[in-house]
Structure formats: C-alpha cells, structure tokens
C-alpha cells in the first residue's frame, strides 16, 4: 500500500470502507434477496470521554467494538502488576479475537474521547451460524485480524536495539493508520511516553531520550502530540522492514 495523502485533513470519523467491522457490517444477498444487518447487529459511534474505562479485564465480554475515533490503550493484569499490552487507533477492532471467551482478557481504557461501534458477540454468532456468508465475511475477518497482530508482535518485540524499537513503534504506528484510510506520515502519538515505554519494557527516560535522537537524525519530528515523518523510506531503512510502499 502506498503511503499517499499525507497533508489532506484527518476525517473526524474513520470512513466506513476502511473500518475493519466492514466486511461484517455490510448487505449480504441471501437467495436473491439483499439483507442488512446492521440495525440489528451494530450500536453506532457511543461515545465515551477521555480516560473513561470501556471495558476491565475479568468482566462478562458481551461485545466486540471497532474505533471510529480516538484511540484505546489496553491494559492487562500480570502477576499482580498492571501492564500496557497495545493500544488501538480509529478503523482497528477490539476483541474480535475472542469471540467464544467468556470473558474480557484485558482492560480498555480511552487515551482521548472518543467513539466505538459496539456489535454484540451472542447476535453476531447466531447470524454467523444461519448465514454461510457472513461466517465466512467473520472468519475472514478475525483471521486478518490475527495476522496483524502477528505482524505488530514482530515487528516490535524481536531482537532489537531500544532504538530500533521505538523507530519500529512509529513505523508501526504509521502502517496501521496508512491501513485505516489516514496519512502515515502525519498522527497523533495520544499515549504517554509512561505507556509507550510500559509497553516497550523500557524506561520512560530511554523513550524520551530516543525520540529525540530519532529527531536529531531526522528520523520523525515531533510537536506535541503530532509525529511527522519526513521520510518513510528513510524510517523504514533504520528498522531494516519495508512495511509502507513509496507512493
């Protein structure tokens, strides 16, 4: 995919299209007839204010919820410490992964304000189960699901320098708001530099430091809460992976 489109204006909501709940959310044709399920499927864009809990690890998973804005941070209780786990960003899924678990494996957390479609597992199951195309529209769906996950795993948590690490971070970060219909060379980096390095398992101080060696190389530019990357190729040439092709 092409990192195109990096100065047009950030949409408010993730387009429909590009939103990973779309191959579910769309008309199927059942004998010659067209069916939309999303009225009785899909909760559009609840809201849900900054820091607000969406959901907390141990709690009855009665829903899966894709972003269309703002962004989560998940969390996880391991060995009595809470940990960073991921972070997701508008157009990307949560817990589509886990559509047979009883219950939430991790915490979400809102890192801004922001709104969730919210379709129910027990309605999308049955669906699923009465309707070959959409079970196979859902399997299609998780199993890409799964390979993302897969490939941010590696991409983030291989046998890397810590520098190379945060440089992966925000090449990761870029690839999957590319994926999500946004400029991968122009985002908000809305979690803390505590979280990222939570989630790194590095120290706060080591992230600090290394964005700003990555900005004295020129790496990326950051302004606050915005990450520019003046060159994708040249950031993808340090992490040594091509993830984002030239447009």
């Keep these: 995919m092409a990192c195109s489109g ?32 999303t009225g009785k499927m899909v909760n559009r864009r ?31 209780d391991v060995k009595g410490s809470k940990r960073v786990i991921d972070f997701r960003i508008p157009g990307e899924l949560v817990d589509i992964c886990s559509l047979n678990e009883g219950v939430y494996n991790y915490s979400a957390h809102a890192l801004e304000d922001i709104y969730l479609c919210e379709i129910g597992k027990e309605t999308l199951n049955d669906i699923a189960s009465q309707i070959p195309e959409v079970q196979g529209r859902l399997m299609k769906v998780v199993s890409q699901e799964l390979t993302n996950i897969q490939k ?72 606050g809460k915005r990450v520019h990357i003046p060159d994708i190729n040249d950031l993808q040439q340090f992490v040594g992976i091509e993830l984002i092709l030239p447009s």
């Design 6 to 37: 990096s100065n047009k204006e950030e949409p408010k909501y993730v387009a429909c299209d590009v939103c990973r709940l779309s191959p579910i959310c769309s008309p199927v044709d059942v004998g010659g007839h067209t069916y939309d399920f």
């Design 152 to 223: 941010s795993s590696m991409l983030l948590h291989g046998n890397v320098s810590s520098e190379e690490k945060i440089a992966a971070f925000i090449l990761n970060l870029a690839w999957r708001y590319l994926n999500s219909g946004y400029s991968c060379t122009e985002f908000k980096l809305n979690m803390t530099r505590t979280d990222i390095a939570d989630f790194l398992g590095l120290s706060k101080e080591t992230v600090i430091r290394l964005l700003k060696k990555l900005q004295k190389n020129h790496l990326i530019q950051i302004d």
């Design 46 to 76: 609840h809201y849900f204010k900054k820091g607000e809990m969406i959901f907390k690890q141990g709690e009855q998973a009665r829903l899966i919820f894709a972003i269309s804005a703002g962004s989560l941070k998940l969390t996880a």
